[in-house]
């Protein structure tokens, strides 16, 4: 079947340090790959996406690239800031039928201290 | 920018109630979802909608639930007999058609509903 399996958290870092959150997944088609983000008390937000193999999709400083060879889609940020607490969906989306659904990892949660 | 709108944003009802979780859709998206977020787990597909009928829907989408686009702008979610563990943050989310485009969907903020 098609699933996502994220890092679990939570992940705890300093202001300014480098942020990886692993995302791995397993597709029965050719999936575009996605990365929202839910800030507290807020709803879900598109963060980035990658349609294709290769593909780097960027935002906000935040990076992940479409590695068809490891299923990966970790997401990265050089140097995080405290405003970047939230929790992140790591998703994906197969096309089944035009109304197929986006299916989510479990989430990880990210604090920043100051 | 368009944006998904959904209320109430928070919502108590009695257990046994019926509850309506309404939504806005961006106005040119043609598919529509609901999906639901129990507090601290994972985002949970519930049901997709397209050209008037379900597309597909999930195991806890039961008989208790039901949607519907009843004016061509809203999209509901009815619940007819709440229990404690339909407590859950619900997103409506759509998507514009995108062809064979792998398009994302849009979220609206949610609704927390909360079943005393």
């Known amino acids: 079947g098609n699933s996502v399996t994220q890092m679990e958290g939570p992940v705890t870092l300093s202001e300014e340090a480098f942020l990886t959150i692993n995302c791995t997944y397993t597709a029965t088609g050719y999936p575009s790959l996605f990365w929202y983000v839910q800030y507290p008390g807020e709803g879900l937000q598109l963060l980035l996406k990658?349609?294709?193999?290769?593909d780097k999709g960027s935002n906000k400083g935040f990076e992940a690239t479409y590695r068809k060879e490891t299923t990966s889609f970790h997401l990265e940020k050089g140097s995080v800031q405290v405003s970047d607490s939230a929790v992140y969906f790591c998703?994906?989306?197969?096309?089944?039928?035009?109304?197929?659904?986006?299916?989510f990892g479990s989430g990880t949660r990210l604090s920043i201290r100051p | 920018e368009p944006e998904v709108t959904q209320t109430p944003s928070h919502q108590v009802t009695q257990m046994g109630q019926e509850v309506i979780l309404r939504c806005v859709p961006i106005s040119n998206h043609l598919y529509f979802y609901w999906y639901r977020q129990i507090l601290g787990q994972k985002v949970e597909f519930l049901v997709s909608f397209y050209n008037n009928e379900i597309s597909e829907k999930s195991e806890i989408f039961d008989d208790q639930f039901s949607v519907e686009r009843p004016d061509g702008s809203n999209f509901t979610l009815k619940i007819r007999s709440t229990k404690l563990e339909d407590s859950a943050m619900y997103f409506c989310a759509s998507r514009d058609e995108g062809g064979f485009m792998n398009t994302e969907a849009f979220f609206g903020q949610g609704t927390r509903l909360t079943v005393v």
């Open positions: 998703a994906l989306r197969i096309f089944y039928s035009s109304a197929s659904k986006i299916i």
């Open positions: 990658a349609t294709k193999a290769d």
